[in-house]
């Protein structure tokens, strides 16, 4: 099984989704800091405090498990992120073509996007590359 992944780029990016989140829950506890000051109550605040750091650390944990640049080729079958998808099942694939993500159809009449921006250039020809093969050999 050959699989590529992204390159560090893609770790920069969630780095900074990360930071993102983490203003955001900064922005939000400014507003609730504002409610909190009209109550008086230190349990209040823990409440608060422990709720936004629960948000934080679950938006973390979404952006870092749903994005997940990486293709896996098998025999029959190959992986895009989670997604399992056979070479049967597959109809065409559309290669980039001026900046455009590379996607495939399937015969079900989905479409999906391989999303390989992230990706090395010569791992992006491999991929397209092993991909037309995969295809016409089955």
């Known amino acids: 099984m050959k699989t590529y992944r992204a390159t560090i780029l893609y770790a920069i990016k969630i780095f900074g989704l990360i930071v993102c989140a983490g203003f955001a829950v900064f922005i939000i506890s400014l507003f609730i800091n ?24 679950i938006a973390a944990f979404q952006i870092i498990r749903s994005n997940n640049p990486s293709i896996s080729f098998d025999e029959n079958h190959m992986l895009i992120g ?24 399937t015969k079900s ?22 991909l037309s093969e995969k295809i016409k050999s089955f």
């Open 34 to 57: 504002i409610v909190s000051f009209f109550i008086e109550s230190s349990f209040f605040e823990k409440i608060v405090i422990s709720i936004l750091f629960i948000l934080f650390v």
């Open 82 to 105: 989670r997604h399992e998808i056979l070479y049967s099942e597959i109809e065409n694939f559309h290669p980039a073509k001026g900046g455009s993500e590379p996607y495939i159809t």
């Open 109 to 130: 009449g989905g479409k999906i996007d391989l999303e390989i921006s992230w990706f090395r250039k010569r791992d992006r020809i491999a991929i397209e590359k092993t």
